[in-house]
């Protein structure tokens, strides 16, 4: 039974959509609320809110009938590795300088692959960072200092 | 102005030197994208969409919709020759497209889905140019009601009719919605779901959004998906039709563009619906339905048709009502606000270079297809043996240059990561993506629009029903999902989907 639950898609869905909506009709409670006539900032996020909650649990329960499995492959380097990759080209950018950050990037998106070469890696992250500086600094002259420190 | 006159500017305006490189440059990029599976036209308008900043709007609206259209063309010609579809839309061309391919007349086919998309680019341009300044002049007189009601309806059609599940559908506009409302609010100056990050008080980015769901969520997706593709590619011998298929072509062509039209205007329906009931309209029709699957130019001829006529009328609500159609359309409603220019009714009046530039472009961008895909399919071919992991991290690249270009904030940069992650879950349990962006766009205007509303009709919600216009709407949206939550409609829609 567990098991049957833990794969259900829309019973998954239904949790999610409920947990959205929750927290935005808590949250909208610290702004004022307001009559129909003069809404206040919390009038609109709290009926979404609890549009969501009511889709949620009307989209959990027919999960619980239909017994929909998700599908379509998890990989979890992908999940972890790609989203990495973008977070610390974040952080190099503005403390390393253009060209570290696309390095970076580009290496970790590659290795977020299944077929990881060394070789072809490496040539890759050179050619996609030296055709990014020149379409993006040389060409449209977006004003990032291209290495920090030089 | 006349018809006339306003075609004389707006092709004065499309074929500047300036303009007309944006055009090619725009048509181009689309069709590469078209033809490589894995990435589309959302993903890349998201991913360029920054890059256009520096560029005046009409060059940079010339360029997205010259994506846009290119990546249709581009779709069919490697659903033709590899049975691969490149895009959505021309999953259908792949079933009699590729039958043509095997039996040696991959070039025909080719040749009549490009002239037939031109002709329904040529016609769908006229329809925005003839249907255009009629509905602006008449929702120029729209007020707040009209517009929230307007609004409604669009959302409401656009998540219902759209492919797949309705409740997820509709939760995933209203999601959008909250989204969009994140930020400051306009009425009261406080900072709403900000998490006390200033730079949340702005909003979040509509390119955060668009590149984290669309481009990042799709990459995550793809890597986890571990189905390889091989390419096997039919010889392109002699490209022109004979007779007889032009004969066989000419009624799908005029139907599908009909079809095309058709849907485009409604809300929600992707070019996949025009092309689909093309593709039945004319198997249904045929003297002899044997002939398809087994390479009838007809199924062809007639999707390949009804697609681009769709993908041109879709811009008719955006550009007149300022109410995107369909996720691409949302990303164009976010590239005019990003360069300043407020959506809506007034755009063809104020600003008639950049509504009668585009239009002219689009026509423009059509002929430069035909003549620039039929030489160049060798060259599109062996761009599809070209493996996704070398693909990807290019587009890696240009996503978070593309995001953190915007406001140099690192912090959307950490925000777009994060709704790749949400992309993805969100894909895996069966919501449609779509959908929220059109929230996420609308948000803000629905809740300002429903503000004013109500504070004009001193609290009183009736003013949507009795006003005309409003009730219209109001009714329209109601009948739409009345009649989709008839099982025996969704079931249809559903086996036209597999």
């Known amino acids: 039974m567990i098991a049957v639950l833990r794969n259900n898609r829309d019973l998954w869905a239904g949790v999610m959509l409920v947990g959205i909506g929750a927290g935005a009709v808590l949250m909208a409670r610290d702004y004022p609320f307001g009559t129909t006539l003069r809404m206040g900032a919390g009038y609109f996020p709290s009926v979404l809110g609890w549009i969501l909650i009511a889709f949620g649990c009307w989209i959990g329960v027919s999960g619980l009938r239909h017994r929909a499995v998700i599908e379509g492959g998890w990989s979890p380097r992908a999940l972890l590795v790609l989203p990495l990759s973008l977070v610390l080209f974040g952080v190099f950018i503005d403390r390393a300088g253009f060209v570290p950050a696309l390095a970076v990037l580009i290496f970790g998106a590659a290795a977020a692959g299944r077929d990881f070469r060394l070789v072809e890696v490496l040539a890759l992250t050179a050619f996609l960072t030296a055709l990014c500086v020149l379409i993006f600094v040389v060409g449209l002259g977006l004003p990032y200092p291209l290495v920090f420190g030089f | 102005m006349d018809l006339l006159g306003n075609l004389v500017l707006g092709f004065g305006v499309a074929l500047s030197l300036q303009n007309l490189l944006y055009c090619f440059i725009g048509v181009l990029v689309g069709t590469l994208i078209g033809v490589l599976p894995g990435i589309g036209p959302l993903a890349t308008i998201a991913m360029l969409l920054p890059i256009t900043f520096s ?34 839309s021309s999953v259908v061309t792949c079933i009699d497209g590729y039958q043509m391919a095997r039996q040696g007349r991959a070039g025909p086919a080719l040749a009549v889905a490009a002239l037939g998309s031109f002709f329904a680019g040529t016609v769908g341009t006229l329809l ?9 002049e008449f929702a120029l007189s729209f007020a707040a009601p009209e517009y929230f009601s ?24 209203v999601l959008g919605l909250l989204l969009g409302i994140v930020g400051t609010d306009v009425n009261s100056g406080i900072a709403r779901f900000s998490f ?18 669309f481009a990042i969520g799709e990459i995550i997706s793809n890597l986890g ?20 298929d032009i004969r066989r072509s000419i009624g799908p062509v005029l139907r599908g563009t009909s079809l095309g039209a058709f849907f485009g205007v409604l809300p929600g329906t992707g070019p996949a619906i025009a092309s689909f009931s093309s593709y039945m309209l004319e198997k249904k029709l045929a003297a002899d339905p044997d002939r398809f699957g087994r390479g009838a130019i007809e199924g062809v001829a007639g999707p390949e048709s009804a697609n681009n006529a769709d993908a041109q009328c879709k811009f008719i609500p955006m550009l007149t009502l300022g109410l995107p159609a369909s996720g691409v359309m949302a990303l164009m409603l976010g590239a005019l606000t990003i360069q300043g220019i407020q959506p809506g009714p007034q755009v063809m009046t104020q600003r008639p270079e950049l509504f009668w530039g585009l239009i002219a472009s689009m026509w423009i961008g059509n002929l430069m297809l035909v003549i620039l895909n039929l030489p160049l399919i060798g060259l599109w071919v062996r761009l599809l043996s070209m493996p996704y992991r ?25 925000l777009a990561a994060l709704f790749g992650v949400l992309g993805l879950v969100w894909m895996r349990l069966g919501f449609p993506l779509a959908p929220l962006l059109l929230g996420f766009v609308l948000g803000p205007m629905l809740e300002e629009n429903l503000r004013r509303a109500l504070l004009q009709a001193a609290g009183n919600p009736m003013v949507f029903v009795t006003r005309p216009i409003s009730l219209v709407f109001i009714l329209a949206t109601l009948a739409i999902l009345v009649v989709m939550a008839f099982p025996a409609i969704r079931r249809r829609q559903r086996d036209i989907a597999d």
């Open chain 2, 55 to 88: 560029v005046p709007p009409v060059a940079a609206l010339i360029m997205l919709a010259g994506i846009y259209y290119g990546a249709q063309y581009g779709g069919s010609t490697t659903a033709i020759l590899v049975n691969l579809p490149g895009e959505t």
């Open chain 2, 225 to 244: 998906d571990a189905t390889r593709r091989t390419v096997e590619t039919a010889k392109v011998t002699h490209l022109f039709p004979t007779r007889e």
């Open chain 2, 150 to 173: 307007l609004m409604l309806m669009g959302l409401v059609a656009a998540a219902v009719l759209a492919q797949g599940d309705m409740a997820k559908s509709l939760a995933m506009v």
């Open chain 2, 196 to 213: 006390g990050v200033t730079e949340l008080t702005d909003g979040i980015g509509f390119v955060v959004v668009a590149v984290g769901v």
């Open chain 2, 390 to 414: 070398l693909l990807y991290p290019a587009i890696m690249a240009f996503s978070a240059i593309g995001v953190f270009s915007v406001n140099n904030s690192p912090l959307e940069i950490y």
């Open chain 2, 128 to 136: 925005i140019a003839l249907a255009g300044p009629p509905l602006a």
